[in-house]
């Protein structure tokens, strides 16, 4: 059937007492749900059996019976233990990052020093969530077939419990940084939108336990946070290498760029784009239909400012390349810096630091 042959009943909303309500359930089935399926086409094209498995009659049952364990007071506990514990063990990583800095580094530079302890903190708790993330992903079969996020009882799914910690935990983290972020943080260019990432992380990690998305949700965490681990090391290396006293080969820092800009185009954009955006849009209302898209435009409005936080993100990351190429920049962080005139004074700085370095050194031996 075609789009056309989907039209508005108007007459029925302008009797219904809820008219926005009516509005928006005939847009769904009069607009959407024809769309979807033309989109499921596109992509899936003979493959599109598949995609009817749950529903062969075409009648996709509405499920009340909630398994939703979003609903158990204990999960907000916690969350909020979670971030508790985060709080703490941020100020017992720094301490160990600034001896490892001062130390091992020698970095003596208070603003790559304060730079060096936070990225080190972001790798330690990106590292390990990373590899539990695609530890529980792996073994989902929705890991590898999309369409099973929505396999009967959706939206009612029951939530594993290695699943459930994996909420948890991520949920207590972003409670964490956003906190940190508004009240202790350096207001760094892009301080309004990390802080709206860190609200929109809350949102979307939330909504899907509430709303029974939790297993697209997955696929959301394991896209992101695995470049968060090759931003920050990256970032690492730079300060390190501003202390070295001869520098880190420029070849091996613009090696290391590329493969920060590979691996954030790979997960961040495509894989996020294929295996969250598209499941998430289409394939829910194919496969589940409008019976069970509660939320449905809520949870992709999140997805959709998510994703364009992760394009503009990208952005900035190419930029650094291009006034690397360009202007033969320093490969540093362009969010630390918000205009020409300090620009110019943190490449003053840098070179003053190095030159200092040197000084010290040469004075050591002798």
Known sequence: MVLSDYDFDFDICMIESNVF???????GKSI?????????????????DHLNRFYPDGNNHRYVESKNIIAESHVFYHILIFSIIFS????????????????????????????????????????PISIYGYYVALSKSYFYDTSDCWEPPFPHQEVELDVYYLYTIQLGWYLHCSVFTLCFDRKLRDFYVMFIHHIAALLLLYSPLATGHYRVGVLVMISIDICDV??????????????AEKG???????????????????FR???FFLKAIIPASFEALFIGGWANAD??????????????????WFYCILQIGYKYVR???QLDDVRDVSNANEIKKERLRKKQLRQTTRNINKKKKH
């Not at 130390?103 to 304060?114: E, G, P, Q, S």
């Not at 090759?230 to 202390?243: Q, S, W």
């Open 21 to 27: 309500d009516c509005a928006y359930n005939q847009f």
């Open 32 to 48: 959407l749900i024809p769309l979807a399926r033309v989109l499921a086409k596109f992509f899936h094209g003979d493959n599109i």
């Open 88 to 127: 703490i063990l941020c100020l017992l990583d720094k301490i160990i990052a600034k001896k490892i800095a001062t130390k091992v580094f020698n970095i003596k530079d208070k603003i790559d020093l304060r730079r060096f302890k936070e990225c080190f903190w972001q790798c330690s708790y990106y590292l």
């Open 230 to 243: 090759f931003l920050h090391i990256l970032k690492m290396i730079r300060f390190i290498d501003n202390a």
């Open 248 to 266: 880190i080969n420029d070849y091996f820092l613009l090696l290391g760029y590329v493969f920060l800009v590979v691996t954030w185009f790979t």
């Open 269 to 271: 954009l495509s894989m």
């Open 295 to 312: 939320y449905w435009g809520y949870y992709n409005l999140l997805l959709g400012l998510m994703f364009f936080l992760q394009v503009y």
């Open 327 to 329: 202007f033969g920049d």
